[in-house]
């Protein structure tokens, strides 16, 4: 439809202005396939798996495709050589240098210190103590206390920590043991929720809830009193109920033991846990937390 003017004359009429098509660059639309590629590999790792199976002349590199975990970092790799070959060293060397890669620093910084002897040990030992007081048969009392505290602990060492530690003291106090299939992957399940929601009492823990926190205002103090108490309250019952579901086999099976090897001596001890503490401060500073891994390291 057109419109009239003031003198009776017929003016275009009032369309939004045309955006310019945008052409995707090469390397662009490398990048769209490769993602892609990369979805379908997620679904397809079992292929892989009886791939090694059935072709044991390639199987380390079979292996390699059918980790779950390995998938986006491998076609990224293959990204990065893709841009390498399109546009060139330089091109390819500055967009690695403008990425930012300190949370995943972190995390890898983080689980280090986490899965050493002197940290499993004082977190065993801080389990037991707490599980003697629960009057629960067998294993109960263990097996509700790592799937509660642990996760919950996880809201001032962080969630990558309280995972790792979890995951190691479940290895070797239950799935070792002999336990069934059924145990194991309620465990999982459950230890996934409660560590994704026991992160949730302090600002700094969870990821989703660092992201937002420094531009919202979200304290320590507004964490607890919003979602902190909540997410507490679902981590026990989550724990409890997994435990009354498996309380006949939990029951048969004997208190974890004392942990094999010597106990780490104090001093050692105190030093691990002052570098857990200054991961966790400079968690924004890779600089900062990199010395300290290379020192527990070393």
């Known amino acids: 439809m057109r419109s009239t003017g003031e003198n009776g004359g017929s003016s275009a009429p009032n369309l939004p202005p045309q955006r310019e098509a945008v052409t995707p660059t090469t390397i662009e639309l490398i990048g769209a396939a490769l993602?892609?590629?990369?979805?379908?590999?997620?679904?397809?790792?079992?292929?892989?798996?009886?791939?090694?199976?059935?072709?044991?002349?390639?199987?380390?590199?079979?292996?390699?495709?059918g980790e779950v975990e390995v998938v986006f970092g491998f076609w990224a790799l293959v990204l990065v050589v893709?841009?390498?070959?399109?546009?060139?060293?330089?091109?390819?060397t500055n967009y690695i240098d403008s990425r930012n890669f300190t949370e995943p620093m972190f995390v890898f910084a983080i689980m280090v210190i986490a899965g050493t002897r002197?940290?499993?040990?004082?977190?065993?030992?801080?389990v037991r103590l707490i599980a003697r007081v629960i009057p629960l048969p067998g294993s109960m009392g263990f097996y509700f206390t790592v799937l509660s505290l642990v996760p919950l602990l996880g809201s001032f060492i962080t969630e990558p920590a309280a995972m790792t530690l979890a995951a190691l003291i479940f290895a070797d106090s239950f799935f070792g043991s002999g336990i069934s299939s059924r145990l194991?992957?309620?465990?999982?399940?459950?230890?996934?929720?409660?560590?994704?929601?026991?992160?949730?009492?302090?600002?700094?823990?969870?990821?989703?809830?660092?992201?937002?926190a420094g531009k919202w205002n979200w304290d320590i103090a507004?964490?607890?009193?919003?979602?902190?108490?909540?997410?507490?309250i679902a981590v026990v019952v989550n724990a409890l109920g997994a435990t009354l579901l498996f309380r006949k086999e939990l029951g048969r099976l004997s208190?974890?033991?004392?942990?094999?090897?010597?106990?780490?001596?104090?001093?050692?001890?105190?030093?691990?846990?002052?570098f857990l503490v200054g991961v966790v401060v400079f968690a924004h500073h890779p600089a900062m937390f990199t010395v300290d891994v290379n020192l527990v390291v070393a």
């Open 35 to 65: 993602f892609a590629v990369a979805i379908l590999h997620t679904f397809a790792t079992k292929f892989f798996e009886h791939l090694a199976h059935t072709r044991p002349t390639h199987a380390g590199v079979w292996h390699l495709l």
């Open 82 to 92: 893709a841009m390498f070959a399109t546009d060139g060293a330089k091109v390819a």
């Open 118 to 126: 002197p940290i499993l040990q004082t977190a065993m030992a801080g």
């Open 184 to 212: 194991k992957y309620a465990t999982l399940g459950v230890l996934f929720v409660n560590i994704s929601i026991g992160g949730t009492l302090t600002p700094f823990a969870a990821p989703p809830v660092l992201m937002v």
């Open 222 to 232: 507004f964490m607890m009193s919003a979602f902190g108490w909540k997410a507490a």
């Open 255 to 274: 208190p974890a033991d004392s942990g094999g090897g010597d106990p780490v001596p104090l001093p050692l001890v105190l030093v691990h846990l002052t």
